[in-house]
């Protein structure tokens, strides 16, 4: 019980050291630490102390399955119209959450079958699942239902788009490290530590972005270009990926088609080269536009604008008029999905509602962590003292446990990137309360023991033996609440379970196996007969 | 150096018989909570009542009753003013605004920290949070979800690795903190916000640490005495534990009150009802949990006390030793 071997001591001393030192050199200001060639990982501090702004936004899923109805509803008519023979069809419906039509020619049931399997997707979307279920009742009319499966996978893809135009457009407001992260199926958090106008950024997320069509001004003269000149009836707008390198390029005022009148964006290969590609479906409106736009601009660019700002400037091949069109040009897999999600995001096609929000102002923050700091401080120079009084030298050992404790745990969090809260201080101002109960009920034990009439060795070994029973029962017990908050808490909850379930860890081994090896040593060296305690 | 020393050394109270006492007033402590809660009820937070809070920050100490003519007069609903922290700083509450439409929210917003700057300069908002009634219904129940699965946890866990009355006895002595903290809450008026169920966690982690400290000395002096008399025995594990059971209580009451009353009004609420918690944790394990173990038949492990008469049992010569004290 009493045995340290040389290894064993080297070993706790060397954890405890290690861990300590993370814990010190993360809290190096960065200042200090710009040139060093390994940055420290540091822990982060929480909205409630850096200030900030927290955000959870809802998706309305009800209006996604909306909008998607009446797309496919564009989308049959538009092909019943478009083939040969033409299929009429009328008393087109979408209530009920179900797309219904008429035939008007019962014989052409089979024929109408067919392409309604084109413009659902076959058996087969994206997840190998059927997306429409198609029924024919009264041998005239048609019932599209979307399957559970189909929704929820728009959903999924909504909600992927939608993060993205979120990232993308706080990034755009220039903030320092935001949190974007979804949530459950159709929740998005937002956390913009520092920023200090919300309405800003509800303002922002509540756009919807802006997607534009224009032809491309090839008379613009580059000079002019340079200092944002643009010939008349043109604009010049920033085009960041231009493969000439110039970041501008001038487009002719007047919009193609925009943004509302795209039904779809995804990623795709171009057919002779295998090259990646874009592909993008345009509404039935959208589509005879395009093709009559097209038809006249034969091999001239035309851009591709995203809330002002030119994404791609391909080149018209040649007329485009099936309603969708392929954008080449170079681009890796990524690349050409990214601008695919760009696209679709053009076209923010769920609701986004803010449903939750709380913003922290700095001097609250800067007010919370000075005073959480003084308490903790003064919190640790309270226990020191009075178990310093109560156990003598002994407290001496459960003090220096005690602070190595901390460090340590600022070790582990900073380690781990944890954020800290102000909850997460006061759990570690009851830390430092809990982790000297594991000695207080040690030397309670060997006290007694002493009483009992044992000799020093003897009670000290005793005293560790029986009371780590109870100490495990006891933080057993502890971590049961504590992962129990770190699981089912949200925010505040989980900040302040962090901090517990480390504390617990550490403190076992710091309270009982450190102090121990400390005991063992005393004893040793000095080899008492007595001991006050 | 002379040494601090709390509890005197071999305490001899007679706990056990003073739980008659205990009981009648523990239970009217609780009942007086409970009719606490039910009359004044509980004051919670937007966190949970879904609405608007908005903390503001005055120059000087403002009057309250301008303050609130002014929330008023922004037809927002009625404003619920509370001081917190010092005279400087207020928190506004509102009820959540009609529909769904967050525009409103925003706008209201707005509205009162724009109206309050004007009509008080220098007065700047610290903090503000809106939150919808179905966000607020969640956390609700996944609060309440968090409580009920640590207290079973925490009793099934007693269960298996003691007796079924040690499980029984935590579980009520539990129920009766958990009583008291909100009857602390409904006489105080502090605020119930998620902050507080972490609280409410904490509390049950400690205060079942407390009784595991005593029932583990029980269970190992049962094995001891194996003919001691319970009466005696508990009374004797629970004398035994009482210099750690104070000392622990007084080394994190100490770091809690520097929580208090330096580590700023957000806490407040959270430290206060931990500070009590850990009082009444600490109370219930001596007088609830412990006494609780004779009503509810605890006996000494049948299975030993056969070996013992049989004489089979090499120990059976340490269960014959007589309690120090008995």
Partial sequence: MLDFPRWKVAWIWGVLLLLSALGAVSLVPERYTAGWPVQPSRINLGLDLAGGSYLLLEADTDGLAAARLETMRDQVAAEMRRGTPRIGIGDISTRGGQLTFLLRDPSQVDAARERLLTVTGGGAGMSGQREWDITVVDTSRFVLKPTAAGLAQAVDTAMGDATEVVRRRIDALGTREPTIVRQGTNRIVVQVPGFQNPQALKDLLGKTARLEFKLVDETANPADLAQGRAPVGSQVLPYPGNPSGVPFIAVKRPVIISGDQLADARQGYEQQTNAPNVVINFNSAGGQRFARVTQANVNKPFAIIVDNSVISAPNINEPILGGSASINGGFTVEGANQLAIALRSGKLSIDLKVIEESTVGPDLGRDSINKGITASAVAVLLVVAFMFLTYGRFGAYANLAVVINVAVIVGVLAAMKGTLTLPGIAGFVLTIGTAVDANVLINERIREERRRGRSVVQAAELGYKEASRTIFEANVTHAISGLIMFVLGSGPVKGFAVVLLIGIATSVFTAVTFTRMLVAQWIRRTKPKTMNI | ?326
């Fill in chain 2, 1 to 326: 150096m002379k040494l601090l020393k709390i509890v005197p050394d071999n305490t001899n109270i007679d706990f056990v018989r003073l739980r008659g006492w205990a009981f009648g007033l523990t239970l009217a402590l609780s009942i007086l909570a409970i009719g606490l809660v039910g009359l004044r009820g509980l004051n919670f937070g937007v966190d949970f009542v879904g609405g608007l809070m908005i903390e503001q920050r005055f120059a000087t100490a403002p009057s309250q009753d301008r303050v609130r003519s002014v929330v008023d007069a922004q037809g927002a609903g009625e404003g619920q003013l509370q001081q917190f922290g010092d005279a400087r700083t207020l928190t506004i509450r509102l009820p959540a605004q009609a529909g769904t439409d967050e525009g409103a929210t925003n706008a209201v917003v707005r509205k009162v920290t724009g109206a309050l700057s004007r009509e008080f300069p220098g007065s700047t908002f610290s903090r503000y949070s809106t939150v919808t009634g179905k966000v607020s219904g969640e956390l609700i129940r996944n609060g309440l979800i968090a409580v009920l699965l640590a207290v079973l946890g925490i009793g099934l866990f007693a269960i298996v690795r003691f007796e079924w009355q040690f499980g029984v006895s935590t579980v009520v002595a539990i129920v009766h903190d958990l009583i008291m903290t909100l009857g602390f809450f409904a006489l105080t008026r502090f605020e119930v916000d998620l902050n507080i169920v972490a609280a409410f966690l904490t509390i049950i982690g400690y205060s079942i640490n407390d009784k595991i400290v005593i029932d583990d000395r029980i269970r190992e002096n049962m094995r001891r005495y194996r003919k001691m008399d319970m009466r005696e025995l508990i009374n004797l594990s629970v004398n035994e534990t009482l210099p750690r059971t104070v000392m622990t209580s007084v080394t994190i009451l100490l770091a809690l009150l520097a929580l208090l009353l330096l580590g700023g009004h957000v806490l407040r609420g959270f430290t206060a009802a931990m500070f009590l918690g850990i009082v009444v944790g600490t109370y219930s394990s001596i007088y609830v949990s412990s006494s609780l173990l004779i009503t509810l038949g605890l006996r000494a492990d049948p299975e030993r006390e056969r070996t013992v008469r049989l004489g089979k049992d090499g120990g059976a010569g340490e269960a014959e030793r007589v309690a120090p004290r008995a």
